[in-house]
């Protein structure tokens, strides 16, 4: 379990990265063009699109020494939208949100599409 924390005049905060993964994952969702968080079975080369209460697996935080955050997102796009302008969006989105919701900068925000599909 591994958690940011940082000092404050009133005593320390620690935000586990999970929760962090949470939030993001719940603006993410928001997107115009995203269907969902991608879970990546690498032995099996096997991509599922993850249900809303484990978006969480489809998103690593990692926090830099100097207290950055660095995202990394596996996403499932939704079929004939323009990739570039969805993930400019989605990072725009994730950035000021979850910046706003830690009080934590963000550094990098990586994008994985791992799939298509056609949404009803």
Avoid: W
Avoid at 8 to 25: F, K, L, P, R, W
Wanted: with cysteine; glycine share 8%.
């Amino acid at each position: 379990m591994k958690s940011t924390s940082m000092n404050t005049h009133m005593g320390s905060i620690s935000i586990d990265n999970e929760v962090i993964a949470q939030y993001a994952g719940a603006v993410a969702n928001e997107c115009f063009g995203i269907v969902g968080m991608a879970n990546v079975n690498m032995a099996e080369g096997f991509v599922s699109l993850l249900k809303k209460d484990n978006i969480k697996r489809g998103i690593n935080v990692s926090v830099a020494p100097n207290r950055k955050l660095t995202l990394d997102f596996h996403v499932i796009i939704a079929y004939g939208v323009n990739i570039s302008s969805v993930t400019e969006n989605l990072i725009d989105n994730v950035k000021y949100k979850v910046e706003e919701f830690t009080g934590l900068e963000i550094e990098k925000i990586n994008i994985f599409v791992e799939g298509v599909r056609v949404i009803d």
